[in-house]
């Protein structure tokens, strides 16, 4: 019987669990439906009355267009021109006043007589000839005018280029020298010497690195109004004879004793060690060009052949060299499309009379030879001969 009573209130107990269970099943579903409803109601009402759905926004993409330099060639330079001659002016002709008529003869009978006052003539009045025949006409003399007529043939002035220069002081730059040749690393030094007396100047050059890229190079002429102008250029390669490349005046032309090539002198002209000095000069005489994105074209020849090498202000750049950290200006040219030459890259230091402190000379396969100036000598300028 006790066993009957417990099996009886155990059932009655666990009836009402399972309606409970049921009726929680039923509120949640209303619930998630009710949910669903109001947001479906939501987006309804956002569509009629024109409410904007967020957007994710979209990436901003920038385009730039980078143009091309106008071709290389040869530029026209034109000298420092020379300042005008003082022409004398001309002064107007002065043309004498006339004399004045005889007093009239005074009588003992008084004749009350009325003159006329004579007015003074000035250069630009007519003069009326006094001719007792009153049938010719009246002769008129005028006076010259200030005018200058410009000759047919007069020469017109050419276009072109013209850089203001003023070259630098003489000085010996010393450098460490670090090349890079497939793929090893050498170490070595380099010296230039810059030797001038406002007339006339010479550059004596070495760089080498343990017996590789060894260079020798030489280039003298004069300071004229073209700015460093060279007459000739010596180069001798490692294991190879030395070249001469000549600015001849007579004829003007340039000619080189390694090739048969040849080329018109006309002025501005350079040379593969002048160029670096010419740029100096360039710096320190006319500032204006040496601006960010400045553009120099100068027509350089090397010890075979010539071409225009165009050299671009790359900016103000802070570098390290021997003598610690330096401000500078970096200019860069890349040779032309075919062209065998190597890139170079000149460092320029403003506060040390912009003397180059830094030269790279990079090969088409990578190989360069590095400068960094590692001592600075000042010298004296040459006694100038004669």
């Known amino acids: 019987m006790t066993m009957v009573t417990s099996n009886a209130i155990r059932a009655a ?18 619930l998630a439906v009710s949910f669903l409803l109001h947001i479906l109601l939501i987006n309804w009402g956002s569509n009629k009355i024109g409410i904007p759905q967020p957007a994710s926004p979209q990436p901003t993409i920038v385009t730039a ?17 020379n300042k005008p001659a003082l022409v004398a002016r001309k002064e107007p002709r002065k043309i004498a006043a006339p004399p004045p008529p005889p007093e009239p003869e005074v009588l003992d009978t008084p004749i009350r007589e009325t003159r006329t006052p004579i007015t003074p003539i000035t250069p630009t009045d007519t003069v009326t000839s006094l001719d007792s ?51 090893q ?39 004229n109004d073209f700015g460093v102008s060279p007459a000739l250029y010596t180069e001798k390669k490692f294991r190879k004879p030395a070249t001469n ?26 040379d593969r060690a002048s160029i670096v000095w010419q740029l100096a000069s360039i710096a320190r005489g006319d500032a204006g060009k040496i601006v ?59 506060q040390q009379q912009w003397y180059p402190v830094k030269l790279r000379f990079t090969e088409s396969d990578g190989d360069y030879l590095d400068m960094s100036l590692s001592k ?7 006694a100038t001969p004669g």
């Open 185 to 223: 690393t050498f170490h070595g030094s380099g010296k230039i010497t810059w030797q001038t007396d406002g007339h006339n100047y010479t550059i004596n050059g070495e760089a080498g690195a343990l017996f590789i890229s060894a260079l020798d190079f030489k280039s003298e002429g004069e300071i």
């Open 65 to 81: 267009e980078l143009k091309p330099l106008p071709p290389v060639a040869k530029p026209v330079l034109i000298p420092k021109p």
């Open 13 to 30: 107990h666990a009836q009402p669990t399972k309606p409970k269970r049921a009726a929680s099943r039923r509120w949640l579903i209303l």
């Open 376 to 382: 600075l000598k000042q010298l004296d300028a040459p």
């Open 245 to 270: 490349t000549r600015f001849q005046r007579t004829p003007s032309t340039i000619t080189f004793s390694a090739s048969a090539n040849s080329y018109p002198r006309t002025g501005g002209e350079q």
């Open 133 to 183: 025949d009153s049938d010719k006409p009246p002769q008129t003399t005028t006076s010259s005018t200030n005018t200058t007529a410009l000759p047919e043939n007069a020469p017109v002035a050419p276009t072109g280029v013209h850089y203001e220069t003023k070259p630098p002081p003489s000085v010996e730059l010393k450098y460490s020298v670090e090349a890079l040749k497939k793929g």
């Open 292 to 350: 960010p994105g400045g553009v120099i074209d100068l027509f350089v020849a090397g010890d075979k052949d010539a071409e225009t090498w165009r050299f671009q202000v790359v900016g103000q750049e802070q570098i390290t060299v021997g003598a610690g950290t330096v401000a500078t200006w970096h200019l860069a040219r890349k040779p032309q499309q075919g062209s065998y030459e190597k890139t170079l890259d000149i460092w320029f230091a403003p």
